[in-house]
Every structure is written in structure tokens, then in C-alpha cells.
């Protein structure tokens, strides 16, 4: 897969003090997960080199868009284990340049024309902020139950994972609907699973990437896996996960086989997700051109590689 | 594991949301997309009937008929019944009696009916909450779920027949504004204007409460419409704080309902002023009816459920917030406890 620069400096005035070290701060660590999802789309459908630089640098610039909102919002010092940008620059500055990557987005789409495209990418950033905005509402929520999360994970992560997929159609001008209903049921799951597994990552659960743990419990915030963990616990119980600071505090109140019990638990539901995923995937043979066809393949191997975290 | 997706122009669409697809297999639909409209997709988990851990059907068909809600229509008949000590001699014992069980019949097909249809338009398939979900858990077909639900309509014909017999005229009257009812119900035109809930108060209260004085004792008065005013007020009110769990996806999936027109601050508020409302019909209806002080002064704490459902409306900070939850079954608590008071208050007037 060729390298794509997302980040161009020539895309953005030099003459704002600043702007150009925070987004080369914020551009240099990400995976640029979602822009190599549109690169593997872009080679089954052989869009251009101007169609697949477009799509790519719109899904990253909104979602690090979203990222410098987030951590203002939840007051997060670090963001891929460097200062987060509203502290080593100002509030002010990340919330200007989270709208300045908002706001390029549209001009690039804009100059690039294509209303249905337009449209979709507007719909989607809609569906991000009100997922933020219902998310931010469920902070000290210890009651909040595992569907009702999905239901905010499904607006604020999934929405990007659905452009990913129907946005590359959109840009060829196939609207054809069936297509487009399963994509978006494809990328609500993705987006579920990705989600889902981060959670786990946040309770050390492979968590080869060494992220920080109980993050999201510390900042008052139970996440699907913390939901599910506690699905069953009393008044008591749920005081005292709200007072765990490590991991061993969660499997002494848990106690590690239950812990491990429930982590397989979770895992064997969300097959079952994997599992209806890839039932929708093959239901794409018939709508695909023959060229295409090889995406399914692709599509196919992306759960498990979004919720296990399992390299390709 | 095998699924099937099928959209709403899918011939076999309907066979496989009644269940009559096949005879040795089950279809629970486990994802649905835009209920209620052309582009409806459903996908559906096939399995063999032997695969399915379904309870024996006398456990179905309790779950099916709603117990949990078996106070909202026969608790406003008891206390409807002993509402009347004066006319005792006037009592028609056995049209009573059967009109009671008619009632229980009615109940339960009425319910059965409502999961047949929330099942067929999508609301049951989205939140597993609703309805008693024995369809959706494939314990029972749709399409056989709906004969019970006529089988016990039937029933409940049968037993409203003596009544029927010995006061025809104003109960047919009844019937006719209870079916009026009814009608605006399932049409859910006028929804924004809170007209289905003004109708399920109706039906609920000042309906059920006249028609079994009706049925009981061949005559009404005021005091049937007072106390079939507040049972309606209660329920309407119960129905709709469940609303509030459902705001969120109605609104995503645009179904329709009386508080989804309301943004949500404003919907929580006006939840919070009927019940404050509510407890204050309820004090002046038995001051009216002349329940003893001593009742009366234990009104605030069989008043308790509902000050705390209150609570958790006003500590509600999003249409996902937990306290729904628990407000929606602290609601059902507060109905159980008034209408339980209700029973207790004129039972005592009667020694």
C-alpha cells in the first residue's frame, strides 16, 4: 500500500502562529487506521489516486477533528502518549483547529463536486457530535447498560467506520441502494467491534499496544466492557468499581477467574457479531462487479483484526 | 450458523416475521433496520425448534399475557366494584363475576395482540425491553401468538355477555367509545397531540371504571367518572415515562409517540409536572369519594414509588441515562401501589 500524505502543509495558511506543530504533532503518530481502510477499498474499486488522497485525507481530518474536541471535552492529558494538544498549546487552539480540519474538509469536498458526497460526509459529522454529546451526558452514569452504549458507539464511532465504507461508492457515483444498506450495516458492526475491543484494551486485555489502563473508568466513564463486567452487580459492587485505581483492584473485587469468565463471554458475543458480519459481507457477491469482487475477502478479515486486535 | 436477511419486498418477508416459514424451524430476527418503512431489512437467526429452550406453554402464555401489568385494568375494576357499598342490593352477582373474567380475557388478549403487532412493525425487534418478547426469543410464532389473542378476545366476548344481557344499551355505548379508543390508538394520527395518550386514559380509566359499574350493578354515577379519571391519568402517565426509554431510537427510527414531539428537557419536565399533577388528583379524588383520614394520611407514603420515579426523571441526563430504567419500573410500582390503595381505602369504608 503506497504511503498517502494526509498532512500537507501547503493545505493550511502558514501565517497561523502555531497551527502547523500542532497538526504535525497530531498527524505524526496516529495508524491512520481509517485512511488505509479507503486505500484498500480504493484498490478494489480502482478509484484515483485524486478520489482515494480526497476520501482518505476527509476521514482523517475529521476523525483528528474529533480527537482534539475529545480530549478538551474529556479533559485527557495525553493522546498517543504525547501532551494532548489543548494542554501543550490552549483550549482555544484545539478547538480552532478540530473546526479548521471541519472546515477544510468541506472546502475539498466542495471543489471536488460531488453533492451526494457532500451530503453523506455532512450527515456523518451530525452523527459524531450528537454521539459526543449523548456520550458526554453518560459520564458518572454506573448504571448504563451494554445496548445502550451501542446505541452512542453507533453514532460516534461506527458513523466513521460506515463512511469508510460507502463513501469510496459514493465518489464513483453508484448509488445503488441495497449496496449502500448493507455497507452501513457492515460498518455499524465494525465500528462496534472496534469499539468494543478498544474498550477491552482500557481492562489490559490484549493490550499489546500498551495503552494506559482503566482510563475511561477513572474519568467516570463505564465503557461497554466495564457495563458488561457489571452487568450484574449490586449497589455495593458498583461503588466499589467505581473506586478501583488498578487492575487489581477490579480482580479483587471481581476475582480473576470471574474476570477471565467474563472476558470470553464477551468475546463469544461479539463472534456472534463477527459471525452476522460476514453473512452481510458474502450477501455483497451479488451486488459487486466481478472486479470487485475480492473486496469481500478483505472486508471479511477486518473484525477479527478490529476486535481481537490481531495483526494482518 | 445460519442467517437470512430479507427486506419488506421480500415475498417470504412476512412468513418469516409470523414464523409460518416452516414448521421445524424458528426465525428470531436478531437486527432490524427502518421498521415501519418501505426500506425495512430484517436479519434472522435460524434455528431448529429442537435447539430453542422454550418453557412449557402455561409459562409462555403467562409471560405473554403480561402479569406485571394485570393491575393496570383489573385493579381500577376491583376498586370500580368497591366503589359502590350503597348499591350492594342492586349487585347482578354472576354478570359481576363474569364480566371480571372477561376483563382478565380481554387484558390478556389485548396484550398478546400488541406484542403481535409491535413485532410485526418493528418496536419489540429494537428494544429488547418491550413487550414480553416471547415472539422475539422464539418461544412462541406470531402467527400463533395472534390466535391465542383472538381465542382469549373471544373468550372475553363470551364472558361480557350476561352483562351484556341484562344492561345492553349503555354498555353497547361503552363499547362504542372504548372501540372509538381504540381506533385513535392504533391509527397514532393525532399522537403529537397527545390524543392516543388522552385515549388510553380513557380506555384505562373512566371506561373501565363506568363499564364494570355497568356490568356490576346495571347503573353509573359521577363516582365511577372520578375515580376512572385518576386510574386513567396513572396509566397514561406509567405509559408514558416507558416512553422515555424509547425517545432516543423512536426519534432515530421515527416512530411516533406523544413525548418524541417534545426536545427532551422539555419532555422530562412535563413527565415530572403530570405526576406532581397525579398525586394531587389522586388526594382530591378520595377527599371527593370519602376515604378515612386515616387513609388519607398515608397517601404521601403509598406516594413514595412515584416521588422516587420523579426523582429519577429529574436526575435523567439523556435519553440513555440508566434512571429511565428505573423510573420506568418505579412507574409500574406506583401504579401498583395506588391502585392497591385504592382497594384497601374502600374495602375499609365497607366495615
Not at chain 1, 502547523?20 to 478509484?47: E, T
Not at chain 1, 478483505?298 to 483484526?305: A, D, K, N, V
Not at chain 2, 432516543?248 to 417534545?262: D, N, P, V, Y
Request: aromatic share 12%; charged share 20%; proline share 4%.
Amino acid at each position: 500500500m503506497k504511503d498517502l500524505k494526509i498532512f500537507n502543509q501547503d493545505d493550511f495558511p502558514r501565517y497561523l502562529p502555531k497551527l502547523h506543530s500542532l497538526y504535525a504533532d497530531l498527524f505524526s503518530s496516529g495508524k491512520g487506521f481509517r485512511a488505509k481502510l479507503i486505500q484498500m477499498m480504493g484498490k478494489h474499486l480502482a478509484l484515483t489516486d485524486r478520489q482515494e488522497l480526497l476520501l482518505a485525507q476527509t476521514i482523517e481530518f475529521i476523525h483528528n477533528a474529533s480527537l482534539l474536541h475529545d480530549d478538551l471535552i474529556d479533559r485527557s492529558a495525553l493522546r498517543r502518549s504525547k501532551t494532548a494538544a489543548w494542554l501543550k498549546y490552549s483550549p482555544e487552539y484545539a478547538v480552532l483547529a478540530g473546526d479548521y480540519l471541519l472546515a477544510r474538509v468541506m472546502v475539498n469536498l466542495s471543489r471536488y463536486g460531488n453533492l451526494p458526497l457532500i451530503q453523506y460526509t455532512a450527515e456523518m459529522i451530525s452523527d459524531l457530535l450528537e454521539g459526543e454529546w449523548i456520550q458526554d451526558s453518560l459520564v458518572r452514569d454506573w448504571n448504563v447498560q451494554l445496548n445502550q452504549l451501542d446505541q452512542v458507539h453507533d453514532l460516534k464511532t461506527a458513523s466513521l467506520f460506515k463512511w469508510c465504507l460507502r463513501a469510496p461508492f459514493i465518489a464513483q457515483e453508484n448509488a445503488h441502494p441495497q449496496l449502500h444498506q448493507t455497507l452501513g450495516e457492515m460498518g455499524t458492526m465494525l465500528g462496534l467491534l472496534f469499539q468494543r475491543g478498544d474498550d477491552l484494551l482500557d481492562f489490559d486485555v490484549r493490550n499489546d499496544e500498551d495503552k494506559a489502563v482503566l482510563g475511561d473508568l477513572k474519568s467516570g466513564y463505564l465503557n461497554s466492557f466495564g457495563a458488561f463486567l457489571s452487568r450484574r452487580f449490586s449497589a455495593q459492587q458498583k461503588s466499589q468499581l467505581r473506586a478501583c485505581q488498578t487492575l487489581q483492584d477490579i480482580h479483587a473485587l471481581v476475582g480473576s477467574e470471574n474476570f477471565n469468565h467474563a472476558v470470553l463471554e464477551f468475546d463469544e458475543m461479539n463472534r456472534q457479531v463477527i459471525d452476522l458480519y460476514e453473512h452481510k459481507a458474502r450477501s455483497l457477491e451479488s451486488i459487486l462487479l466481478p472486479a470487485q469482487r475480492g473486496l469481500i475477502h478483505e472486508l471479511i478479515g477486518l473484525p477479527s483484526q478490529l476486535y481481537f486486535r490481531r495483526a494482518r | 450458523m445460519e442467517f437470512i436477511t430479507l427486506t419488506k419486498a421480500d415475498p417470504d418477508f412476512e412468513n418469516y416475521l409470523r414464523g409460518t416459514f416452516s414448521h421445524t424451524h424458528r426465525a428470531l430476527p436478531i437486527e432490524t433496520y427502518h421498521p415501519q418503512t418501505a426500506r425495512e431489512r430484517v436479519t434472522f437467526r435460524v434455528l431448529p425448534i429442537a435447539q430453542l429452550d422454550t418453557p412449557a406453554w402455561w409459562q409462555v402464555y403467562f409471560w405473554a399475557c403480561r402479569p406485571e401489568l394485570l393491575g393496570l385494568t383489573l385493579g381500577p375494576a376491583m376498586a370500580a366494584w368497591l366503589n359502590r357499598r350503597e348499591w350492594l342490593g342492586q349487585w347482578t352477582r354472576w354478570p359481576s363475576w363474569f364480566a371480571l373474567l372477561g376483563l382478565f380475557f380481554l387484558h390478556t388478549g389485548v396484550f398478546l395482540l400488541n406484542d403481535v403487532q409491535d413485532h410485526m412493525r418493528g418496536s419489540d425487534r429494537l428494544n429488547r425491553r418491550r413487550g414480553s418478547q416471547v415472539i422475539q426469543r422464539g418461544w412462541v410464532t406470531a402467527g400463533a401468538m395472534q390466535k391465542w389473542a383472538w381465542v382469549n378476545i373471544a373468550l372475553a366476548i363470551v364472558f361480557a355477555l350476561p352483562a351484556f344481557f341484562h344492561t345492553p344499551g349503555p354498555l353497547t355505548a361503552v363499547c362504542a367509545v372504548a372501540a372509538l379508543c381504540i381506533g385513535l390508538i392504533i391509527q397514532n394520527k393525532f399522537t403529537r397531540f397527545g390524543i392516543s395518550d388522552l385515549a388510553l386514559a380513557c380506555l384505562f380509566g373512566p371506561l373501565l371504571t363506568v363499564g364494570i359499574a355497568l356490568a356490576s350493578f346495571a347503573a353509573w354515577n359521577v363516582r365511577d367518572l372520578v375515580l376512572g379519571i385518576g386510574f386513567g391519568a396513572l396509566t397514561a402517565w406509567v405509559f408514558q415515562v416507558r416512553q422515555f426509554e424509547n425517545l432516543f431510537r423512536s426519534k432515530a427510527e421515527g416512530i411516533r409517540t406523544f413525548l418524541g414531539f417534545w426536545d427532551f428537557d422539555r419532555a422530562r419536565m412535563m413527565g415530572i409536572g403530570e405526576g406532581v399533577f397525579l398525586v394531587m388528583l389522586h388526594f382530591l379524588n378520595a377527599v371527593y369519594l370519602g376515604i378515612p383520614l386515616g387513609f388519607l394520611l398515608l397517601l404521601p407514603l403509598v406516594c413514595a414509588p412515584l416521588i422516587y420515579t420523579l426523582w429519577c426523571l429529574g436526575r435523567a441526563s439523556s435519553p440513555l441515562s440508566s434512571s429511565l430504567i428505573h423510573s420506568q419500573r418505579h412507574a409500574l410500582m406506583s401504579d401498583l401501589a395506588l391502585t392497591s390503595w385504592w382497594i384497601a381505602a374502600l374495602g375499609f369504608t365497607w366495615l
